[in-house]
């Protein structure tokens, strides 16, 4: 996909997200000051208008809350978010940045209203953003969302509980389609799903981007499913975006030691495909005690005595390709077998 050089859809910069954990009995009897969990540190990125950014990272590392933080149903401590170049918070309502990005989650049953029929859903949608006019106009368009997302108008008076996984996660796409959005927020859409049934999900938000040139960050943590969906990828730990290069590069030329031992995690059946890169070793730390210095110098192969001492930044700042490493020359010996030339495992 050729990507646009104008200004980008949406710009992430510099985003920093604290939570203030509430205490616990000890804490309290102590008298111990409530913690603060940094979730997101620093996190910049861009999305282009049309595009697939996938976010990939391990449990924890901050996935949800930037996605959170960019649907705008948490707010950020520091940073900007730019739409088209203008700040998102001066918008005047949050409805106005809901018309423009829409969050789809994992569990469509846990976001679904269970006592209401699924047309009735979409209808709340229609009224409330005031979109639809006269009620013969919102069913009609009701109609044309179930028909976008692969499902029969037939459906409309069923309850989410009468339909299946997969037919729930349309719904949810619909019900995030129903306000025309620029991008959607898919935050592991597929996670809760049967494979045969991801695979169709997949598809019908490829074929979404594709129809409606709709924006797209998918956030899983299966790379084989993120490489099979994004034009480009962050690899996110703890708290922060570690890596991001277009897919084909992110897989072919790897720079921080993170995405390779990610890549490397990735089981491989045929031995041509298998990397020379030991997988990751170690635990992921503390996220209440990071690191001092890079977050992953406790788990790094490629350790150096700066790395304890100096937090490195992502560079460059602008650029296709960008890592968060002190010493990256030293991950530069990655053979993914072959790289990014090799097929992709299909996703079945
Ligand atoms: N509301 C909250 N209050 C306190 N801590 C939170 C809250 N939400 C998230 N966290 C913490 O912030 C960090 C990032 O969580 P987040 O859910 O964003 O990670 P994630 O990458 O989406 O993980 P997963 O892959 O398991 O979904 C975690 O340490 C988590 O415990
Ligand atoms: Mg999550």
Redesign the pocket.
Known sequence: MNLPSSAPLLSVRHLSKT?V?PRNSRDLLTGAPRQR?Q?LRDVSLTVQPGEILGIV?E???????LGRCLAGLETPDQGDLLWQGESLSAMRSRRERARRIQMVFQDPYASLNPRMSLGQMLEEVLHVHGLAGDAAERRERVDELLLMVGLTPLLKDRLPHAISGGQRQRISIARALAVEPQLLVAD?PVSALDASVQAQIINLLEDLRARLGIAIIFIA?DLNVVRHISDRIAVMYLGEVVETAVTETLFGRPEHPYTRGLLAAIPMPDPRLRTNVPSLAGELPD?LHPPEGCSFSTRCPHVVEACGMRHPALLPEIGEHAVRCLNPAASTQFAFAGGATHPTQEID
């Open positions: 939570f954990l969990l979730a990272g449990s924890g590392c901050g996935k949800s809350t592991e943590h996220p």
